[in-house]
């Protein structure tokens, strides 16, 4: 993989982006790359494809990154606020 991980010991989160702790599910993610198309400096689909986190995470806003994990269709993005609140998905 060329791209630059956020967390290459956990590529798929959870990583904390601002005061959002996002990751996904591998077990859900079924690599449509739906959050790829919303949020493509966040996302990036693995050599399994699965959605990882590229280390330009934070230039995409929290609005996007939300938005990904709202265009996913299995919901395997999962975001929660910094007191361990669910964002998305409730």
Same mark, same amino acid.
């Given at each position: 993989m060329d791209q630059n991980l956020l967390d290459p010991k956990n590529p798929s989160g959870p990583v904390t982006v601002r005061k959002l702790k996002t990751w996904v599910d591998r +077990?859900?993610?079924i690599g449509a790359a739906t959050c790829v198309a919303i949020a493509p400096k966040t996302f990036v689909l693995d050599s399994d494809a699965k959605a990882v986190f590229l280390d330009?995470?934070?230039e995409d806003t929290d609005e996007?990154?939300?938005?990904?994990? $709202?265009?996913?269709?299995?919901?395997a993005?999962?975001?929660? +606020?910094?007191?361990?609140?669910?964002?998305?998905? $409730?």
């Open positions: +077990d859900l993610c330009t995470t934070v996007t990154i939300i938005d990904a994990a $709202k265009g996913c269709p299995v919901a993005i999962i975001i929660e +606020d910094e007191q361990g609140n669910r964002i998305f998905p $409730k």
